[in-house]
């Protein structure tokens, strides 16, 4: 039980302690009621955490509450996934943190394994539609190929992310960052932009010699041969 006491030195240099706040061990008496399994500690540091420093960056571990909590709004996008049904598949987010951005999702429904995700280039979720280039109507086609950022043209392109795993039960959860991109690139793209699940994984052109001596083809250079898209989130 934690108890605030105060270090007391008398003239003859005998130390004594002394309560001097009892209210703390009222509140400890209230934690011990909880039925969570957790014990409260005395020892600082340990459960309950607690942020002692500067405030946490917005959407680090450690800000409270979700990723974002505390950013401005000009300075987070959070937007809904939808997957191939039209249905909600989770949540995605994006918190500017400093020089880079911090990219939370939070996915449902989808098919255990690793997918490939990035940011699209057109603000489009649509289902069965076709990509701006043309061609045959396929699922979120409508969000274009991948994100470059201005001025960027080389492989990864700006908007690729890291994989998403997704759990037997078809839940997925994600935390990951990246400079490559910026809120206001995100949000000021002309056509607008979108994050978009992929159906297989990512080889981000990562062909070895032996298989592809001239170097991957142009089709594992747009999509890291992660396939078809599952999921899709306008960013705005
Ligand atoms: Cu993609």
Redesign the pocket.
């Known amino acids: 039980m934690a108890l605030l006491t105060r270090r007391d030195t008398n003239t003859a240099g005998r130390v004594s302690w002394r309560v001097v706040a009892p209210m703390v061990a009222i509140a400890a008496v209230g934690l011990t009621a909880c039925s969570n399994g957790q014990e409260p500690s005395s020892v600082p540091g340990t459960t309950p955490a607690v942020w002692t420093g500067v405030p946490a960056p917005a959407g680090a571990p450690g800000s409270g509450g979700g990723p974002g909590e505390g950013a401005s709004a000009a300075d987070r996008i959070t937007s809904p996934l939808k997957d191939s049904h039209g249905d909600a598949a989770g949540t995605v987010s994006f918190v500017q943190s400093g020089d880079h951005l911090v990219v939370t999702v939070s996915a449902h429904g989808l098919t255990p394994g690793f997918h490939?995700?990035?940011?699209?280039s057109v603000g489009k979720c649509e289902t069965n539609s076709v990509a701006p280039t043309g061609g045959a109507p396929g699922d979120f086609l409508s969000?274009g190929?991948?994100f470059q950022a201005s001025g960027h043209t080389g492989h990864p392109s700006s908007?690729?992310l890291a994989s998403l795993q997704v759990r037997q039960d078809g839940s997925a959860d994600l935390m990951t960052t990246t400079d490559t991109i910026t809120i206001e690139e995100l949000r000021n793209n002309g056509a607008g932009t979108a994050i978009?699940v992929?159906a297989g994984a990512?080889n981000f052109g990562n062909i070895p010699a032996r298989y592809a001596p001239g170097g991957p083809d142009e089709e594992t250079m747009k999509?890291?041969d992660?396939g078809a898209?599952v999921a899709c989130a306008v960013l705005k």
């Open positions: 490939g995700l990035h940011v699209h969000a190929g991948h908007g690729d978009v992929h990512d999509t890291g992660a898209r």
